[in-house]
């Protein structure tokens, strides 16, 4: 990964936050915990995913800075959703732990030697990870997810439509 491709993810990333509070706008508060799209997350459900994941995410991040081949630990996210109810929960916290993660994160790629960003450990669900492999990741995460949340809203307003 070139220096130039870095700053492009590293840019993304940081504007990850606002992506997901943008697609929030306007999302009728009394629908936060809708199923407008059959089988899929409700907005409360995607922002503490978030939130959790983020949280997860800055810690594999320091892993694989700090350890020597560590191993990064995959999740079940949907036991996630179901065991720390996330569609029952106030969803301030995880906006807030989302914009803290990224924030300090933010700091931390910012200060990151070229020998750090060569670093690796190992995914226990994916194989090799590295530092290049965590930020690609990243930073699309949650601009997929501010997606998932518009879509949500266009699914709302077609069903009150119809």
Do not use: C
């Amino acid at each position: 990964m070139t220096p130039e491709e870095r700053s492009s993810l590293i840019a993304k990333y940081v504007a990850g936050y606002d992506e997901v509070m943008k697609a929030l706008d306007g999302f009728p508060n009394e629908s936060l915990s809708a199923h407008p799209i059959p089988g899929k997350w409700s907005a409360r459900e995607i922002v503490h995913h978030l939130g959790d994941s983020e949280t997860t995410a800055a810690l594999r991040l320091r892993k694989l800075l700090v350890e020597d081949n560590p191993v990064i630990e995959g999740y079940d996210q949907d036991q996630f959703a179901i065991k720390l109810r996330y569609n029952e929960r106030d969803m301030t916290p995880a906006l807030e732990a989302m914009r803290a993660a990224r924030a300090t994160t933010r700091q931390v790629l910012s200060v990151m030697t070229e020998e750090e960003w060569k670093r690796e450990g190992v995914h226990s669900e994916s194989g090799p990870y590295s530092v290049e492999k965590w930020l690609t990741i990243y930073a699309d995460h949650a601009h997929n997810h501010a997606s998932q949340i518009e879509r949500l809203k266009q699914a709302l307003r077609q069903s009150i439509a119809d």
